[in-house]
Structures are given as structure tokens and as C-alpha cells.
């Protein structure tokens, strides 16, 4: 059975809407709860030299990870093709392009 194409085209710009709406929804539930009184009083007593040491610890690690996961998949990749094999990742990803996760479980490749 077909979906009417106005209603598929209500559903989609209301999807549009909530994946721009949620975020600030979800921002604004968890930010009510906070007394920022207190949390500036706390600020007021941080280290910056701790704070910023720790930041930029934190920040490296990310980096590390993530280009850990770029060049294990990448060999992965590299490896499977070496082989003669087709790859089961090549399904989801592919390193020269962006790919996007639909609702409707189908990936679609935007080349930049």
C-alpha cells in the first residue's frame, strides 16, 4: 500500500522541524535544573591551569580516537580489496565520501 504523497510530504517536514527542534527541547529540560548562581560561585573557585590542562588532555584523546578508527577502518578496507574480497563495511562506508542515515534504513552518499 502507497503512502499518500502529501502525507509523505507532511511526515517529512515535520521531521524536519523536530531534528531541528529537539536539541534546544532537550537543552532547555536539562538547563532549567541548574542553579547557575551556585554553579559560578564553583566556577569562580577552578584552576584554569587545571581546568585547561585537563581540557586539552581530553581534547587529544578524542583526536587520537578518532583518527585510530579513520585508519583501522581504512585498512580494513584496504585489505578486503588487497584480497580479491568485497568488504561488508563498504556497505556503510566509504572514506571519500559523507554518508547519511535515513529513517527509511537506506544510507545515501553526498559527495563533497
Not at 527541547?25 to 591551569?49: H, S
Not at 578518532?66 to 580479491?84: A, K, N, S
Amino acid at each position: 500500500m502507497a503512502i499518500n504523497p502529501v502525507i509523505k510530504k507532511v511526515i517529512k517536514k515535520m521531521a524536519g522541524i523536530l531534528y531541528w527542534l529537539l536539541p534546544f527541547l532537550i537543552i532547555y529540560f536539562v538547563l532549567r535544573a541548574i542553579d547557575f548562581n551556585k554553579l559560578w560561585q564553583i566556577l569562580k573557585q577552578v584552576n584554569l591551569k587545571w581546568f585547561l590542562i585537563g581540557f586539552f588532555f581530553n581534547l587529544s584523546i578524542m583526536v587520537i580516537g578518532g583518527l585510530r578508527w579513520h585508519f583501522l577502518i581504512d585498512y580494513f578496507l584496504w585489505f578486503f580489496r588487497r584480497v580479491g574480497r568485497e568488504c561488508p563495511v563498504t556497505e556503510f562506508y566509504e572514506p571519500d565520501q559523507h554518508r547519511f542515515f535515513q529513517p527509511d534504513r537506506r544510507f545515501f552518499a553526498v559527495h563533497q
